[in-house]
Structures are given as C-alpha cells and as structure tokens.
C-alpha cells in the first residue's frame, strides 16, 4: 500500500491562501477586463461619433454644392431663382379673378409659393413645373406639409409643359426666357385665358396687356389671351 502523503505545499493554509489569492487575481482580470472593456467603448464611441460628425459634415457639404449648383443650372436654363415676395404675390392674386376650379399653371415655380397660396386660398387645381429638382422637391414637402392634395408639382422644363387646359398661367421668368416661350404661349393657350407675368412684359402681347401692377422693382403685367 503506497502510505497517503500529502504533497509538500499542499497543507491545508496554503491551499487556503492560494485560493483566495487566485480568487483575488480573478476579480482583477475581471476588473481589468471590464475597465479596459469601458475604455475601449468609451474609444469607440467617440470614434463613431467622430465617424458620424464627419459623415454629417460630408452630406451638409454635399448638400450645400448640389443646391448651389442647381442654382446655377435654373440660371443657365434660362432664368434664375428669385422667389417672389409673399407680400406682392397676396396682392397679385387678389386682382387675377381666379375661380374655384379652374387650372392654374405655375412655369418656372421654384418653392411653388405662388401655387400654392392660388390653391390653398382661392381652391384652384394647381399645376408648378421647375426644371430645378431642388426646388420642386421642397415644394412637395411644403405641399404636403399643409395636406394639399389639389396641385401637382414636377420637374420639368416649360417647353414641355402642356398649356391647352390652363385658365391661369403665372410666370416670373426673365425676358430672353419669356420671348421664347412666346411662341409656344401663343400657340397653345385657349381664348379667354389670362397670363400674369411677375416683373417682365411678354412682348408682342402689347395688345392684350389689360392691367399693370407697378411696384418696385418688379411690377405684375396681366394679359388676356
Ligand atoms: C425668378 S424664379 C421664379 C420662382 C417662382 N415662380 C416665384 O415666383 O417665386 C424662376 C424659376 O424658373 C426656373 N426655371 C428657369 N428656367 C427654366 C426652364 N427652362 N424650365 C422650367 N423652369 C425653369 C428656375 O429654376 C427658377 O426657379
């Protein structure tokens, strides 16, 4: 029979104290591991934050050149964004007859203020077509913003803008634009319409010219087709 030896080191004291001091190792480790774990996230975080601002930063800056250069764009197309002020248009509207029901057609609407306010307060159906994506797009938010369902914005050059059905037709272009779309006014519009063109005379139309609004620095020209 092999006598039961306990191994040296192994007395009941030391084990004791080994046990405690591996327990105590254990908490450490624990302790490191999660204060290095907080660390690490606390890094992380702010890296992701870091990430996020720049990747806001990114799309602002990215935001800011497109609009610009959709700007450009209406500018080169042919006339460039000047909203008509509240003020003026309110006033405007008032003096156009406009009936419920009728189409009215904004060419070259940018937000689509104009539009709009026809829509909202005198219950046209609308029509605003802008070549700039930009614009239109906010126009839609805008529209929908105060659940307008009776008017219709697009993207679109007014060359290509169907005129046949319109009563109304407003436009705030410059005259290089004006003259021509001239043709196409003429050609297309129905008898008794009535244009209103903000800030620019439609040349050729001295005839139809029945009413002026002068106002500095635009003046409002209503014609009747
Ligand atoms: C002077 S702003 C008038 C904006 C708006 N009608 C108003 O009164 O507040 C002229 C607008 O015509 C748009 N435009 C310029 N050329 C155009 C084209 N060929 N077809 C459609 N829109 C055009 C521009 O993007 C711009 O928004």
Redesign the pocket.
């Given at each position: 029979m092999t006598p039961l030896v306990r191994p040296a080191g192994l007395e009941p004291a030391t084990l004791w104290s080994e046990a405690t001091c591996s327990i105590q190792l254990s908490y450490r480790r624990i302790f490191a591991s999660t204060f290095s774990g907080f660390i690490i996230l606390y890094a992380m975080h702010s890296y992701v934050l870091y990430i996020g601002f720049l990747v806001f930063e990114l799309v602002v800056a990215v935001g800011v050149a497109a609009f610009a250069l959709s700007?450009l764009?209406?500018?080169f197309?042919?006339?460039?964004?000047?909203?008509?002020k509240k003020k003026e248009?309110v006033d405007f509207l008032k003096d156009a007859g406009l009936k419920k029901g009728q189409l009215f057609i904004?060419?070259?609407?940018?937000?689509?203020?104009?539009v709009r306010t026809a829509v909202k307060e005198y219950g046209v159906k609308g029509v605003g077509?802008?070549?700039?994506p930009f614009?239109i797009m906010w126009a839609r938010f805008l529209a929908k913003k105060d659940k307008m369902t009776n008017i219709e914005l697009r993207t679109?050059?007014?060359?290509n803008t169907p005129l046949k059905k319109a009563d109304v037709v407003?436009?705030?272009?410059?005259p290089e634009?004006i003259k021509k779309l001239f043709p196409k006014l003429t050609k297309e519009l129905k008898k008794g319409s009535v244009v209103i063109s903000?800030?620019f005379k439609v040349v050729g139309w001295e005839k139809k010219l029945y009413k002026t609004i002068e106002k500095k620095p635009f003046s409002t020209f209503y014609y009747k087709v």
């Open positions: 700007i764009y209406s500018s197309m042919g006339s460039p964004y000047v909203p008509t248009l904004e060419l070259g609407c940018g937000d689509g203020r104009v077509v802008d070549i700039n614009l679109e050059n007014v060359f407003y436009l705030f272009l410059m634009l903000h800030g």
